[in-house]
């Protein structure tokens, strides 16, 4: 994932009863996330959108809670910044000799 992007994620727990009783929380950076929880017969799902502006690992956690039972999931998602490198490959035809120049930025090298 990119720095400053956002991402929908998806938390679910298939086999219960009363699928409309679970209770989801999902964190994500160590903030709560907003869920929006759908049931479809025994099928819960919570989904929020997820962005950071801080590059780094980060843990996507998502607890459910059904009754006395609480199960828990964890993932790490790595939250990357690219620099804004603009990378180009020219082609330059010339009597059958094919040059392929690498420009990143404004400078160019020619192989």
Do not use: W
């Amino acid at each position: 994932m990119d720095v400053n992007t956002s991402e929908m994620v998806t938390c679910e727990v298939t086999g219960v009863f009363p699928a409309e009783e679970a209770q989801f929380e999902m964190i994500f950076a160590e903030e709560r996330l907003n869920l929006s929880v759908t049931v479809r017969g025994d099928v819960a799902r919570a989904q929020a959108q997820v962005s950071s502006s801080v590059a780094g690992s980060h843990t996507l956690k998502c607890t459910v809670s059904l009754g006395p039972v609480t199960k828990t999931a964890k993932e790490k998602v790595n939250v990357y910044y690219y620099t804004g490198i603009i990378v180009a490959i020219v082609s330059i035809t010339t009597l059958a000799i094919t040059l392929l120049g690498i420009c990143v930025y404004s400078s160019c090298t020619r192989k």
